[in-house]
């Protein structure tokens, strides 16, 4: 019933009664996409994984992981390089750090996030429970990126709570002949998004439940408006969620006709806004 509590986190089907908590939640972190991986990653995976939480990060998203070797290490500390939040959610107690060489890697992520734990302060970190803090990696996102997985890795049971929590679930190709790669493919043969970059999360992720307040202090209705640029988000706050006359968007924007009726089709491409007929648009 706490008001901290994540929104996100209660919708799943058996949340945590107790969430302990290092650091704080934001409202920013209603926009969270998980990624995760291999503990034994290729230096391919290590970079892919870097990079798109940098991405995704600078976008506005917060981002959440496991806190274990590999993967989950590159995609905190790609984050965090990126100026971002990053949440971790633990398979062990909060003063119980594992691994325990990632102890300074937790440190940072509770000042820029939260370090995160159903279990008590100083549980061990058993074999048994990984399996199960998985489903709250993915229920606390919108969506999960397994960016390498082995046939069996513990990232594909994050991406089976995703599908049954009703959230996205993409993956990060990789070469064919690589044992690390098999269950990213298998993902995608499976119906997984195939994903190339951070923009291509941000078109996936569908509409929001309810707006987001951004650290910058604009209202999110959709995640792909964090890639827009200055001209378009300015189109796209004239338009309301009835139908609006173009001339209204034109007057009150300030902009060109042209400039708008060009901008228009962007965020119809983008799957922002629809046209209703004639001369109006809506946001969807």
Avoid: W
Avoid at 38 to 46: E, F, Q
Wanted: charged letters at 20%; proline letters at 4%.
């Amino acid at each position: 019933e706490d008001a901290a509590y994540p929104r996100l986190l209660r919708e799943i089907s058996d949340p945590p009664v107790v969430l302990y908590v290092r650091g704080e939640f934001a409202e920013q972190d209603k926009l969270a996409v998980a990624i995760v991986g291999s503990r034994h990653a290729t230096s391919y995976g290590l970079g892919q994984a870097e990079a798109l939480a940098a991405s995704l990060a600078r976008a506005g998203l917060t981002i959440v992981s496991g806190l274990a070797r590999g993967i989950d290490q590159r995609a905190h500390s790609g984050a965090l390089a990126a100026g971002g939040r990053t949440l971790a959610v633990l398979g062990s107690g909060l003063l119980n750090i594992y691994p325990a060489e990632h102890r300074r890697l937790a440190d940072e992520v509770a000042q820029h996030g939260a370090l995160v734990s159903e279990l008590a302060l100083h549980a061990e970190p058993l074999a048994s429970m990984f399996p199960r803090r998985n489903r709250l990696l993915s229920g606390l996102c919108l969506g999960v990126i397994v960016v390498e997985a082995a046939d069996r890795s513990g990232a594909l049971i994050t991406a089976r709570h995703a599908l049954e929590q009703g959230r996205e679930v993409f993956a990060v190709p990789g070469r064919i002949d690589s044992r690390m790669s098999r269950g990213c493919h298998q993902l995608i043969r499976d119906g997984a998004m195939l994903i190339r970059s951070a923009d291509d999360v941000l078109e996936a992720l569908g509409p929001l439940v309810e707006p987001v307040a951004t650290s910058a202090g604009s209202t999110l209705r959709h995640p792909a408006e964090l890639a827009l640029n200055e001209l378009e988000r300015r189109v796209l706050d004239c338009i309301e969620s009835e139908p609006t006359l173009v001339d209204q968007i034109v007057a009150a924007s300030g902009l060109e006709a042209s400039q708008v009726l060009a901008t228009l089709s962007v965020l119809e491409m983008r799957k922002l806004i629809s046209r209703c007929g004639g001369q109006f648009v809506t946001r969807r």
